[in-house]
């Protein structure tokens, strides 16, 4: 397989929308965000024969075959996103991941649906890389209707030495300010994204950083949290001060809420100097 820099493990998944089944998901999004910066992506993955990519497809892709794709409905309501879980794709561990791919300089553990191992074995293999992860996927359960509904992260804490950088959603946490202190104990860099009220950055040892985002007029919000999670962890892991990656960041993802779906992606005219 191709050498590649920028890792991701996650489903693909096929979202339901009223233009029929769309690619999404982490692996989607943050790995079209990662190419347009210059990163060359490889995406781990698991998906059904058939499955709707779009230029999703154009990426290099290490695909576990399955019967079903992971299957997603969303509605967006004025108290937030309601998700249901239609059907699941394979797990995916250690044993998913290509062995010349297993150098990169960024991976990116993209759980959707609890799809990824939570364990400490797949977050440390990666000697020298930068690991950064964006666990709604190990957040969510789901009842036997699908209605996603959001849980504690279990076990977060043995991966505190193995995973550099964390970002989630104030909604992945219900806002709840006591998870977001566990959390930033835990992990040297943890970001809480806010929507259109920008981000807040956690660097152990460092002041709170507060993140501004340019009002914008939304269009669609999906997606959004992984192009600013793909734009940080390959500006941090290059070199660019924490801080300085969160507001470029954020700019990048305030402009993909103007564009439906993978539309929303940055292309090479967005890349960050």
């Given at each position: 397989?191709p050498?590649?820099?920028y890792?991701?493990?996650?489903?693909?998944?096929?979202?339901?929308?009223?233009?029929?089944p769309?690619?999404?998901g982490t692996?989607?999004?943050?790995?079209?965000?990662?190419?347009?910066?210059?990163?060359?992506?490889?995406?781990?993955?698991s998906?059904a024969?058939?499955?709707?990519?779009?230029?999703?497809?154009?990426?290099d892709?290490?695909?576990?075959?399955?019967?079903?794709?992971?299957?997603?409905?969303?509605?967006?309501?004025?108290?937030?996103r309601?998700?249901?879980?239609?059907?699941?794709?394979?797990h995916?561990?250690?044993?998913?991941?290509?062995?010349?791919?297993?150098s990169?300089?960024?991976?990116?553990?993209?759980?959707?649906a609890?799809?990824v191992?939570?364990?400490?074995?797949l977050?440390?293999?990666?000697?020298?890389?930068f690991v950064?992860?964006t666990?709604?996927?190990?957040?969510?359960?789901?009842d036997?209707?699908?209605?996603?509904?959001?849980?504690?992260w279990?076990?977060?804490?043995?991966?505190?030495?193995a995973?550099n950088?964390?970002?989630?959603?104030?909604?992945?946490?219900?806002?709840d300010?006591a998870?977001?202190?566990r959390?930033?104990?835990?992990?040297?860099?943890?970001v809480?994204?806010?929507g259109?009220?920008g981000?807040?950055?956690?660097?152990?040892?460092?002041?709170?950083?507060?993140?501004?985002?340019r009002?914008?007029?939304?269009?669609?919000?999906?997606?959004?949290?992984?192009?600013?999670?793909?734009?940080f962890?390959?500006?941090?892991?290059?070199?660019?001060?924490p801080?300085?990656?969160?507001?470029?960041?954020?700019?990048?993802?305030?402009?993909?809420?103007?564009r439906?779906?993978?539309?929303?992606?940055?292309?090479?005219?967005?890349?960050?100097?």
């Open positions: 397989m050498p590649i820099d890792l991701l493990v996650g489903h693909v998944t096929q979202d339901l929308t009223p233009h029929g769309m690619p999404g692996a989607a999004y943050a790995g079209l965000t990662a190419r347009a910066l210059g990163a060359r992506p490889g995406l781990v993955t998906f024969s058939g499955a709707a990519l779009g230029q999703v497809g154009d990426l892709l290490s695909v576990t075959p399955c019967g079903t794709s992971t299957v997603f409905e969303n509605t967006y309501t004025p108290t937030g309601v998700q249901k879980l239609v059907s699941t794709a394979s995916l561990d250690l044993g998913s991941i290509p062995l010349d791919w297993r990169p300089r960024v991976v990116h553990l993209g759980p959707v609890d799809e191992d939570p364990g400490i074995a977050a440390q293999c990666f000697a020298g890389a950064g992860a666990p709604q996927g190990w957040m969510r359960t789901w036997s209707s699908g209605t996603v509904r959001r849980k504690l279990d076990g977060f804490e043995r991966l505190g030495r995973i950088a964390v970002v989630l959603s104030e909604e992945d946490i219900d806002r300010e998870v977001v202190g959390l930033a104990a835990t992990f040297e860099i943890l809480v994204t806010r259109s009220r981000a807040r950055m956690f660097h152990r040892g460092e002041p709170v950083v507060e993140v501004a985002v009002p914008r007029v939304e269009v669609d919000p999906t997606g959004a949290g992984d192009v600013f999670a793909a734009c962890f390959w500006l941090v892991a290059g070199g660019t001060p801080a300085k990656a969160a507001s470029t960041a954020c700019e990048i993802a305030g402009d993909s809420v103007e439906h779906g993978l539309e929303g992606v940055p292309g090479p005219d967005r890349r960050p100097g």
